[in-house]
């Protein structure tokens, strides 16, 4: 049996479409899908993963020993080799209070004194898709060869080299080879498979560098700007290695606006012609300064009728055709029509993955000369739309395209690989795909050629200049008309001639300041500087919104985006200037070339950051101070009722839990919990009690807005009575269950009348509403409640540890509350619907900090 591993489901199935004999057989190994078929009468079988199936992780903690000096103690107990500096103090400790230890530093506690050793800490890879990764496992243990098919760049290829290494711990003999594509059409798929390769392990370890040191900087400095103020929205403040030099970029522009003062001037327009050949013109000194010299530009055309023709000149200017697509103008382009860049990557992905376009990640800008440009032009041209221009196209003969600056030999730019039309695919995906294809056909396509006209006219002595331009021969803009202007068309002028002058109007105006980026500008700016990777700035940019720095478009700082950048500024600049950061990207794009090694690397970047974070650790007050204001507005909710002050997210000091509190605290004492999700505060007030209220997302739940006070009406929630206590009903005494909310938690449980003696209680989802049904669970004999939520009615067992649930089956499960859920409607002999998983434990905060920088 040949092993085929691709990056995610969708892949492995268009690959057994396109390679197999016949249609493929759809299978599960465990849970995970899977696609078997023959090929030359060979069992072939592919497997999906989903993206990275490992994680990089820091070890929970470091020991030191005289004889072994500093090593990392992994999760599973096991010792590796660490590269701690001498000067870092090593145990025995003078305290015992975390992160410190008998023998080391504990690393997963978020403590200041552990971050220079989190600099430090090794890293291991876990588990990240557990289930893929067993159905990985025993598929391999039965092939006789594998085949890593994953995308063919630096993030590919460690996604298939860390599925190999799974691999190979239970088959390590079995030869590897590698399919490189760039586009799921049969050709496409046929000529990777017919051409196998070796896996880049050059490549792949450029992909493990980059994890590891986004893992470092983003841990670290998360940690550093969390800990030295700890409150407000979800209370992480991120940053990193990419995104901090970013968010200065749009920082710094921001001051430059700031900093700017407008000067008033003065703009003449003049206004002529008639019998529907009107046009206007402006007087040729484009700006008066001096609001005394337009005025007398004014006093001396104000008596005029007529205009005399001074000057016409007219020249021809050529618009050459665009370069190819790559990823950066990709994104650039579709942001000027209302895309965002984290948008487009993520439809031209889909469109990728139905095989509609070539692969989205791509720098060249060249065509390959085995793409055959005919062919594609013959491919496209089923859409009614490019019908006509194609078959212009094909009647030239040879077809000739443009090139672009940057060359590379991985994948070709980014073209149609099928047709396409409205009727395929949702309006947004079309949109993309319309003018992917539109800008494969203008690379094709003869320049452009406009006709400029400047004609002077002379109104008492003053020159007025009008300017037209018309396109004279379309050229690419027949089939690209993106940022095409109207045509501004003259009337026919001769020199010596007079047209009619129909006044003239003055307005004053100011200068205005620098335009802030929009989504596409920021993109070209960072790969102009370095920062990050085709593949990672649409993700940047994302997580600068997400986390708040960011907002609207063109791009604004919010004032917690601005105090971050400023802080980071002052005390550590070399976070905040892209200098640092392109120079590592060029150390892992040697790594790729084979010019050095990634241990090198990482620890190059790992003393980097060290020597940032020397000069941080002892101006913690001031960041504090710097970042003060900024956290008491991103937490502001509304105003006390009690005293006035702000109502503001806070978190307790002994839990670290959040509730929202007064900043007049400890004189005011109010406070009022918050619900769990994620809590943004929005500035109308409660219409029923006028308090302030806050928009809360649960995990998988559309957002809504409550009020903050659990006495308002709209919290308030009958109690419903919804069976008997088997408890007590089996010692003899009857006693009802009694579903209720906690008017001071705002949690919704069912709680026996005589709980204070049987202490039966179970938990309930927190929103839906709740009916009765008069049933009993056959298992533990617990009441069966509907809970009807967007997502439909679900009949429930509301016990935490019933039985059934082990019955059910595994996709019966409800893993956040333990209990068994079905849809209220459905038959009893209809699959349970699978709820959501319960995390066994919170996400290490290394890797949610590491995620801040992930891209891919």
């Known amino acids: ?59 929970p903690t470091l020991v030191y020993k005289k004889s072994k000096g500093w090593q990392g103690v992994t999760v599973d107990g096991e010792t590796v080799a660490a590269q701690v500096p001498s000067d870092l103090d090593r145990p025995p400790y003078k305290t015992k ?72 711990e239970v088959n390590p003999t079995a030869p590897v080879s590698r399919a490189r594509y760039s586009a799921f059409t049969k050709e496409e798929i046929a000529q990777a498979f017919s051409n196998l390769v070796q896996l880049d392990t050059n490549l792949a370890s450029a992909g493990a560098s980059r994890q590891d040191i986004d893992l470092i900087w983003g841990a670290v400095l998360t940690r550093y700007l969390t800990l030295v103020k ?47 050949s009107e046009f206007t013109a402006p007087h040729a000194t484009a700006r008066f300064k ?12 104000e008596k005029a009728g007529s205009a005399t023709v001074a000057a016409v000149e007219s020249k021809k200017r050529t618009v050459r055709p665009p370069a190819p697509f790559n990823t950066t103008s990709l994104m650039a382009a579709a942001a000027a029509e209302g895309i965002s860049p984290a948008r487009t990557m993520r439809i031209a992905e889909s469109l990728y993955m139905d095989g509609y376009i070539s692969y989205p990640r791509v720098d060249n800008t060249v065509y390959p000369s085995s793409l055959s440009l005919e062919e594609t032009v013959r491919t496209i041209a089923g859409n009614p739309a490019y019908a006509e221009y194609c078959e212009i196209l094909l009647k030239k003969g040879k077809l000739v395209a443009t090139r672009g600056k940057q060359e590379t030999t991985d994948h070709p730019p980014i073209y149609p690989t099928s047709k396409a039309t409205p009727d395929d695919m949702p309006a947004a995906n079309y949109k993309l795909y319309n003018l992917i294809a539109r800008r494969f056909l203008a690379t094709l396509s003869e320049a452009a050629v406009i006709e400029g006209t400047k004609v002077s006219l002379d109104v008492a002595g003053e020159v007025f200049s009008a300017r037209g331009d018309v396109l004279v021969k379309p050229g690419f803009r027949a089939i690209y008309p993106y940022g095409l202007k109207k045509d501004e068309q003259l009337p026919a002028l001769a020199v010596g001639g007079t047209v009619v002058f129909n006044g003239a109007t003055c307005t004053k105006k100011q200068t205005e300041p620098p335009a802030r980026y929009s989504q596409g500008r920021l993109i070209q700016e960072m790969e102009k500087l370095g920062l990050g990777t085709k593949s990672t700035r649409h993700a940047i940019i994302e997580r600068l919104y997400n986390v708040k720095y960011i907002q609207n478009d063109p791009i604004e700082p919010s004032q917690l985006g601005m105090a971050v950048c400023d802080a980071l500024d002052k005390y550590a600049p070399h976070i905040t200037h892209p200098e640092m950061t392109a120079e590592l990207e060029q150390e892992m794009n040697n790594i790729a070339e084979g010019k050095t090694t990634k241990g090198d690397v990482v620890l190059d970047s790992r003393n980097r950051l060290a020597s940032q974070l020397q000069a941080l650790l002892p101006k913690a007050e001031e960041v504090k101070e710097a970042l003060a204001d900024a956290v008491a507005a991103d937490a502001y909710v509304g105003t006390c009722p009690k005293c006035g002050k702000d109502l503001q997210i806070r978190a307790s000091q002994k839990t670290k839990s959040m509730f929202i509190g007064c900043s007049g605290w400890p004189d005011c004492d109010v406070t009022y919990p918050l619900p769990k999700g994620k809590i943004e505060s929005v500035p109308e007030l409660c219409p029923t009690c006028s308090m302030p209220q806050v928009k809360v997302t649960a995990f998988r739940s559309k957002p809504r807005v409550v009020c903050i006070d659990p006495n308002c009406a709209t919290n308030q929630e009958p109690d419903v009575v919804v069976g008997q206590c088997p408890t007590c009903k089996a010692a003899g005494k009857a006693a009802k269950l009694v579903a209720q909310r906690n008017p001071r938690t705002l949690k919704r449980f069912i709680r026996c009348e005589n709980y204070e003696e049987c202490e039966t209680s179970y938990p309930l989802p927190q929103y839906g509403n709740l009916t009765a049904t008069e049933e009993v669970c056959e298992h533990c004999g617990a009441p069966l409640v509907i809970v009807t939520t967007a997502r439909g009615p679900w009949k429930l067992c509301p016990n935490f540890d019933c039985p059934g649930k082990q019955k059910d089956g595994e996709d019966g499960k409800a893993a956040g509350r333990g209990r068994s859920a079905k849809k209220a409607s459905a038959p009893k002999k209809s699959a349970p619907k699978k709820p959501a998983k319960r995390s066994a434990s919170k996400k290490s905060s290394a890797n949610a900090a590491a995620e801040s920088e992930s891209a891919e």
């Open 290 to 301: 001096i609001e005394a010299e337009a005025s007398a530009v004014m006093e001396r055309v």
């Open 97 to 168: 209070r975390k992160p410190f230890l008998a023998d080391g530093i504990e690393l997963k506690s978020w403590k200041m004194d552990a971050l220079p050793y989190l600099v430090y800490a090794p890293i291991e890879k876990l588990p990240k898709e557990k289930d893929i990764i067993r159905s990985l496992k025993n598929l391999a243990k039965k092939c006789d060869s594998v085949i890593i098919a994953t995308d063919f760049d630096r993030e590919g290829e460690l996604i298939g080299s860390d599925a190999l290494s799974c691999i190979q």
């Open 1 to 59: 049996m040949k092993l085929v591993v691709t990056e995610k489901n969708d892949a492995a199935q268009k690959i057994a479409d396109l390679l197999g004999a016949s249609k493929p057989t759809k299978d599960k190994v465990f849970s995970t899908p899977v696609y078997r078929f023959t090929v030359d009468g060979e069992e072939w079988v592919t497997i999906g993963l989903r993206g990275h199936i490992l994680e990089p992780d820091f070890t």
């Open 230 to 276: 700890f409150a407000g929205y979800g209370n992480v403040r991120s940053s990193g290695r990419v995104q901090t030099p970013t968010l200065a970029l749009i920082v710094a522009k921001e001051r430059e606006r700031m900093a700017f003062v407008p000067e008033d001037y003065w703009v003449i327009q003049g206004s002529f012609g008639s019998d529907g």
